[in-house]
């Protein structure tokens, strides 16, 4: 169902929330990634509300209520009472401590936490308080196969912090729910096929995306899991022949891509995975689209951008997806080679420069063309050119990108590493097996910008994870709405860049 719910003035009426308790992707440990999602529809129902990522969580909740509940609370304002202002509009607050409600909402409202990767920056508030807030049932943690496989081997482990978890003869205060890339084919019906139902009114599918690769060379912490597989838990077999004695590195299934063209092993770059979700509200169809931290392709060992674009291209062509959370780390001094797996303003507009060509596709397709069953290889320019985005087809395969582990033969290098002793991951796209090193530019059709001008009208573009210098001068966060908006003077694709802060709320 993609239902249009009309307000006044025949403007739509908001379906989904979003709160934004944590921006900011560090150094500062008070506004690291968190959101809260939940349907407008369900009110504030228990268990209606969806965290995605908790890099901050229950200190940030109770700032937001401190500066919202009214004064005079208990006293000359009774008790229970319905806020009127603030994210928490409509929530019905029962203590004059803004802690108190803060707890509250967390033990009741929240049952799920999508983790897009398991960065400290992205689960530390979750990892904290979960100990402190036990409920009458546990709180579901869900993510990738490989996400969960690093909690259970590197957070609840009784090392790091007691294995919480009901698996392994833990607490049982958090279960794992493993999610399988694209959607459940199983699940779901019509426009909402394949979307996983995680709360009452909201359904999510989840795909992964690169966020750099490791600067060490060894056996990674599951990035060569893919989710396509099922819902394989590295964790959960006995050592691998592939990890070194004493290593916590994940096993994983073999490797999904092949070796050097003279056969023989060679050393291989690790890539790190994090994911995006589309996160649906089941009764109007409005959808959000969420990443966690994430590279550019241009720049990319293992480039998965476009492949979320595909996805969200139909849907932005018939105005179901309102709005788009994506970070940009840093402005444009950053170097590219100081990017870690983050985006920057110049490589965003890329980025959304290549939506907005797959939208075009999109509206010029006929509505009821199944795109996940008729996909086109599409790719951002690995030339890093500023003028746009590249495309290349080729045939469906079910397995997303992954990078292979690496097998230490011999010496090597990252930079020019096509050139030298590495082999370079392959990409496994939905179409088919391909070195990076026989990815040549020059042999793909290439795929012009828009060819017209406000493509993206009407979508929001909000920018998370912004990381502060702790410096005098411009805000790192204005520093970035300007260059975007300088930048989209030239490009034009008519969404809105909008840079979020804690506290803010989206109505959408």
């Known amino acids: 169902m993609s239902g249009r719910v009309e307000g006044e003035n025949g403007a739509r009426a908001p379906a989904i929330q979003v709160i934004v308790l944590g921006a900011g992707g560090g150094p500062q440990e008070h506004n690291v990634t968190a959101l809260l999602i939940r349907s407008v529809k369900t009110g504030w129902s228990k268990g209606s509300v969806v965290a995605l990522d908790a890099g901050v969580h229950l200190s940030a909740i109770t700032r937001i209520l401190q500066e919202t509940q009214p004064a005079g609370l208990g006293v000359t304002v009774a008790l229970p009472h319905t806020l009127e202002t603030g994210p ?249 080679d100081r990017l870690f797996g983050h985006l920057t303003p110049r490589y965003l507009i890329r980025e959304m420069q290549a939506l907005a060509a797959v939208v075009e596709m999109a509206q010029q397709t006929p509505a009821k063309l199944d795109w996940t069953k008729k996909r086109k290889r599409v790719t951002i320019d690995t030339s890093r050119k500023a003028d746009g985005a590249s495309m290349v087809e080729g045939d469906d395969h079910p397995v997303s990108p992954k990078s292979t582990r690496p097998t230490k033969k011999g010496p090597s290098s990252l930079p020019g590493a096509e050139h030298g002793g590495v082999d370079m991951p392959q990409i496994v796209t939905p179409t088919v097996e391909l070195p990076l090193r026989d990815y040549e530019v020059s042999a793909m059709p290439v795929a012009q910008a828009p060819q017209f001008a406000n493509v993206l009208q009407g979508l929001k573009v909000v920018i998370i994870h912004v990381k502060d210098k702790l410096t005098d001068g411009e805000d790192p966060r204005d520093a970035i709405l300007a260059q975007l908006l300088e930048a989209e003077k030239k490009a034009q694709l008519g969404c809105e860049f909008i840079v979020s802060r804690s506290g803010q709320s989206f109505l959408l």
């Open 88 to 336: 928490f509009a409509g929530l019905e607050i029962i203590s004059t401590s803004a802690a108190t409600n803060a707890g509250y909402i967390t033990r009741h409202l929240i049952d799920t936490f999508l983790i897009t990767h398991p960065h400290l920056d992205h689960i530390s508030g979750f990892v904290i308080n979960t100990a402190g807030l036990p409920g009458a049932r546990p709180k579901r943690l869900a993510g990738l196969p490989s996400t969960i496989s690093a909690f259970k081997q590197h957070i609840f482990n009784n090392v790091i912090w007691p294995n919480l978890s009901d698996e392994n003869n833990g607490a049982g205060l958090v279960t794992y729910m493993r999610l399988v890339e694209g959607g459940s084919p199983a699940l779901g019906e019509g426009d909402g096929k394949g979307y996983l139902e995680i709360s009452d009114g909201l359904g999510v599918k989840i795909f992964s995306v690169s966020h750099g690769h490791c600067i060490e060379k060894h056996p990674h912490r599951g990035s060569s899991a893919s989710s396509r597989f099922g819902s394989f838990d590295a964790s959960s077999l006995a050592a691998s022949p592939r990890a070194a004695p004493g290593s916590t590195a994940a096993s994983g299934p073999p490797p999904l891509f092949r070796n050097s063209a003279a056969g023989l092993e060679k050393e291989s770059i690790c890539v790190y995975d994090s994911s995006a979700y589309f996160i649906r509200d089941n009764a109007t169809g409005r959808e959000v689209l969420m990443f966690g931290d994430v590279e550019p392709d241009s720049i990319s060992l293992s480039p998965r951008n476009m492949g979320i674009w595909q996805e969200a291209a139909p849907r932005i062509a018939t105005g179901s997806l309102a709005a788009i959370f994506i970070e940009c780390s840093y402005d444009d001094s950053q170097s590219d």
